[in-house]
């Protein structure tokens, strides 16, 4: 019976478990074998991510009635004129802005937190945006907590600037979902996730983000540390 490429890829992976303990037989063979289909098992489970990932995309409008109240992963599209404004080359396979996780539920953190005027200082996209479209929207910094300034790096905006901020999310952006499946921890396979595609509004995990990024968001952060009432 012919195996099928998954069965085949992993018979090979298995292959080379069995090598590696060949030259170093301080470690069983058996753990080296498990060790390798853990790998390629969380490599599959990125790939369905991906998948799910690429479509459907909603509207920011529409989104909260396909948003899944559950853990998960979410991709956020840019059109061409939002990679435009905000200083960004668009890549040639269509490739998301961000990809981001919510450990406890994508409507919560989605759409509760990143769509939402007022929610910046706790959003690390809203942030992303908002220091590279400071100049576009005309947005200020301030404080997170403005009773008492700290932590100036996650600034919030303004509350004109901040609506401004929102209204351009809405008009510009499209999101997609992958919910979480049993057995695999969601950061590993965010961080796959990202490695692969590089958004380049995802700073961390991430070598190939905006170059221009981190110096727009310390301009950002030091304009909220110079706010007064």
Same mark, same amino acid.
């Given at each position: 019976m012919a195996l099928t490429p998954p069965v085949l890829k992993l018979r090979l992976v298995q292959r080379v478990a069995v090598d590696r303990g060949a030259r170093n037989p301080r470690t069983p063979l058996h753990r080296l074998i498990g060790r390798a289909q853990n790998r390629f098992m969380l490599g599959r489970v990125i790939e369905m991510a991906e998948f799910a990932l690429r479509a459907p995309r909603h509207s920011i409008g529409d989104a909260l009635d396909q948003c899944p109240d559950h853990p998960g992963l979410y991709a956020v599209y840019g059109t061409e004129r939002a990679w435009a404004e905000l200083g960004l080359q668009q890549p040639p396979a269509d490739g998301p802005l961000y990809v981001g996780k919510a450990e406890d539920s994508l409507v919560l953190r989605d759409m509760h937190t990143h769509f939402q005027t007022g929610k910046t200082g706790s959003s690390t996209l809203r942030r992303s945006l908002a220091a590279l479209l400071r100049t576009e929207l005309k947005l200020q910094a301030?404080?997170?907590? /403005?009773?008492? =300034?700290? %932590? +100036? !790096? %996650? +600034?919030?905006?303004?509350?004109?600037?901040? @609506?401004?901020? /929102?209204?351009?999310?809405?008009?510009?952006?499209?999101? @997609? +979902?992958?919910?979480?499946? !049993?057995?695999?921890?969601?950061?590993?396979?965010? /961080?796959?996730?990202?490695? %692969?595609?590089?958004? =380049?509004?995802?700073?961390?995990?991430? =070598?190939?983000?905006? @170059?221009?990024?981190?110096?727009a968001r310390k301009v950002m952060a030091d304009e909220a540390r110079l706010w007064s009432p």
């Open positions: 301030v404080p997170r907590n /403005t009773s008492n =300034p700290g %932590h +100036f !790096a %996650h +600034f919030a905006v303004a509350p004109d600037g901040d @609506a401004r901020l /929102t209204a351009w999310m809405h008009e510009r952006l499209e999101i @997609a +979902f992958w919910q979480k499946v !049993a057995g695999y921890e969601l950061a590993d396979v965010e /961080t796959g996730v990202v490695a %692969h595609w590089s958004p =380049p509004l995802n700073s961390a995990k991430n =070598p190939n983000a905006a @170059a221009h990024l981190r110096l």
